[in-house]
């Protein structure tokens, strides 16, 4: 298993030896791919890397740089660039390091809440000057961080099974079986544990997740019905409906009539 620090250290090497490069804010995508369209609560800084002639990840030839603002659709990567690519979902408590479509660390750094300042300030800007300011904190913010990896002994049982849903929610084809291949458990042993440790299944806990980040979307008004239910992987706005209209005792709808801070009927935070 490749030593998640080595690559943090690789990473810091490159992106200091690589500034000033293209960092560019993502908007609003319709464009299909290998990564289905979708959309975060949270900054999301994307690093795509170039392959080595053996097909492995360069961590030391970076090949794009991408932000994408909190709320706006993130862009779809293709089957080439998932295989070689690290993201950063950047939190006001830390920045979730994500590799292999799983959360593999967390990162902890004295000046991440002034990279969230700049990173609100640069969204506004868009300029070529904020962009050189990102990259320089950035790169700053990465060299003093330090790296908590989700080993094992610390991310057991039920908290892998929600970490990977939590990242893969707005996949439609999203399966159980699916969700028990990229943990290593078996279908039958993931149901026994989220029934043991959170008394639920984890098709009840997809449902509910997508239903909790539907509801946030819709506060926001921002985005028609079908596209939330598209959004937080539903196929058929139809059902989207019913089913939310069942969890939480009114309809879409009227949903985009209340706040985000409205629990609302059996409503719980995720």
């Known amino acids: ?16 030896r690589h500034i000033p490069f293209d960092f560019s804010f993502c908007g609003h995508c319709d464009q299909a791919g290998a990564l289905a369209v979708h959309l975060h609560e949270f900054y999301e800084i994307r690093l795509v890397f170039r392959a080595n002639a053996d097909g492995a990840t360069d961590y030391n030839r970076l090949r794009t740089a991408d932000i994408t ?29 994500i590799r292999g479509g799983n959360i593999v660390g967390e990162l902890f750094s004295p000046s991440l809440p002034l990279l969230l300042d700049k990173l609100d300030m640069a969204a506004a800007e868009n ?17 003093e961080c330090s790296l908590v990896p989700d080993s094992a002994a610390a991310n057991t049982g039920a908290r892998r099974i929600c970490n990977y849903i939590h ?23 993931i149901q026994f544990l989220m029934k043991k440790e959170m008394d639920t299944t984890p098709r009840e806990y997809l449902v509910r997740y997508r239903l909790e980040k539907a509801r946030r979307l819709l506060a926001r008004q921002h985005y028609q019905i079908k596209e939330v239910a598209a959004l937080c992987g539903w196929k058929c706005p139809h059902y989207f409906t019913n089913t939310f209209r069942k969890y939480f005792g009114y309809s879409p709808g009227m949903a985009q009539k209340y706040t985000q801070s409205d629990p609302g009927k059996n409503g719980q935070n995720f």
Do not use: C, W
């Not at 862009?75 to 690519?85: G, T």
């Not at 000057?129 to 913010?141: H, I």
């Not at 893969?168 to 699916?178: K, Q």
């Open 127 to 143: 300029s070529a000057q904020g962009s050189l300011v990102l990259q320089l904190l950035f790169a700053l913010v990465l060299a």
């Open 69 to 97: 603002i909190p709320y706006r659709m993130h862009p779809p990567l293709s089957a080439v660039e998932l295989r070689h690519h690290i993201s950063f979902h950047v939190k006001k408590e830390s920045i979730s390091y």
């Open 1 to 16: 298993m490749t030593d998640e620090s080595q690559i943090i250290a690789r990473l810091r090497e490159t992106l200091a």
């Open 167 to 189: 990242l893969n929610y707005y996949n439609p084809d999203l399966t159980v079986a699916e969700v028990a291949r990229a943990v290593n458990y078996s279908p039958n042993y």
